[in-house]
């Protein structure tokens, strides 16, 4: 497994491999290191990476955290550069402010996308029932399509050089020989981190399903999100002509904060990147909760469902931030916590520069947004 470093580089161990993993392992080998991906299921981009809502978000979600607005905006551009054939601009994107319960009113949305430089236009989506909400906006977001990105990680890795060992849980008592260690493990970071002195840290874990959908012909290539609070989103799945949805409250069947996630046992053998038919499903709630908001969706077609488990920082319910979080944890071993996808090439150029300098301070934790 051990492979030789170069004059100038070390030899590098990166666990995990999601979209973070991955593009910290390419950066890596790019700039002169000897790289093992070690990924303990199947394929890459199978966790949280491979089952999440498909947004390569700009910023439009986050109406009450401009640090995550800014983080975001700082990583699509490196996003799009280093995965341009996975990112898709041909889709609508709608964004519509809830007229009862919402966080944030239309004029404050109108004020916060103004403020932050996030462009729109009044436009409603053919779907969208009248009076539903206060406020629709076509906006210029962009989508990722996973079954894209796999391909193309695959052949990055490939030709970067990194030795992707797939089906290879490593801890971090496996991984000695490693002059360096990225920890890119998401919702089981401190499964490695906590045993390093100070590196475990509490987030919240929530067990989430994604069911996948067919739809009528106006949601075609459409995309919207209701805001600002606990709302409802539809996108379209990769290129296969069906959907996924979203429930802020409806998609969460557990919720844990503390060191590690607690998963019912019930759903324990769904979590493996797979479309699940299962009497746990809640796609008839998510149903009844957006029936107010889109006309057609009581016709909405369950093909199944996907689970995963999201991870976030604990007490973020004033803001809804999505931080990235890259920490130097001793001299020898980088954790990336990772926030949203667009932020991937930015944390992996972080962790190469972390990489290049001495042992850690008290400054070693960067964090894209705070
Ligand atoms: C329901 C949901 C919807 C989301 N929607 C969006 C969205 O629309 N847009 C967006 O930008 N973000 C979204 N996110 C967030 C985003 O998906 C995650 O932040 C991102 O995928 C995390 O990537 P990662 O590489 O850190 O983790 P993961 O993709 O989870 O990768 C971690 C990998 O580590 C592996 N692993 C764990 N332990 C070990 C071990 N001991 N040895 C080896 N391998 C190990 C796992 O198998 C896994 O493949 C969403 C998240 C969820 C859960």
Redesign the pocket.
């Known amino acids: 497994m051990k492979r030789g470093a170069t004059a100038s580089g070390h030899r590098v161990a990166v666990?995990?491999?999601?979209?973070?993993?991955v593009t910290a392992a390419l950066h890596l080998a790019r700039a002169g290191h000897a790289v093992d991906l070690?990924?303990?299921?199947p394929e890459l981009?199978?966790?949280?990476?491979?089952?999440?809502?498909?947004?390569?978000?700009h910023g439009y979600h986050y109406p009450r955290s401009s640090d995550t607005v800014e983080q975001v905006r700082e990583g699509v551009a490196s996003f799009c550069a280093e995965y341009p054939d996975a990112v898709r601009s041909d889709y609508e994107h709608y964004v519509a402010i809830a007229s009862r319960d919402s966080l944030v009113s239309a004029e404050q949305y109108l004020q916060f996308c103004d403020r932050m430089g996030l462009e729109y236009r009044h436009e409603r989506p053919p779907f969208l029932r009248p009076g539903a909400v206060d406020l629709s906006l076509r906006v210029p977001e962009q989508a990722v399509d996973l079954a894209v990105l796999r391909e193309s990680a695959r052949r990055k890795l490939g030709a970067a050089g990194v030795a992707v060992h797939v089906r290879?849980?490593?801890?971090l008592a496996d991984l000695d020989d490693y002059e360096r260690v990225v920890l890119?493990?998401?919702?089981?970071l401190n499964?490695?981190q906590a045993a390093i002195r100070g590196g475990g840290l509490d987030y919240q874990y929530e067990v989430?399903e994604?069911p996948v959908v067919r739809l009528p012909r106006e949601y075609h290539n459409r995309s919207l999100v209701v805001l600002d609070g606990p709302f409802m989103c539809v996108d379209p799945y990769d290129g296969t002509g069906t959907f996924l949805l979203g429930n802020v409250t409806h998609?969460i069947h557990a919720t844990t904060v503390g060191r590690y996630p607690l998963i019912p046992a019930e759903l324990a053998g769904l979590l493996d990147g797979r479309i699940h038919h299962t009497p746990h499903s809640k796609f008839a709630s998510f149903v009844e909760h957006a029936r107010p908001f889109l006309t057609g969706i009581e016709r909405a077609e369950h093909i199944g469902s996907l689970f995963?488990v999201?991870a976030v920082l604990p007490h973020i319910e004033d803001t809804d931030a999505r931080p990235t979080v890259v920490r130097r944890l001793d001299d020898r071993v980088v954790s990336?916590f990772?926030?949203?996808?667009?932020t991937s090439v930015e944390a992996a150029r972080e962790v190469v520069a972390q990489f290049g300098t001495a042992a850690p301070t008290e400054q070693d934790a960067w964090q894209l947004a705070r």
């Open positions: 666990v995990g491999g999601g979209i973070f993993g070690f990924e303990a299921a981009l199978h966790g949280a990476s491979g089952v999440n809502q498909r947004r390569l978000h290879s849980p490593r801890q890119a493990t998401y919702a089981s499964h490695l989430c994604k998609a995963t999201r990336i990772g926030g949203k996808i667009a």
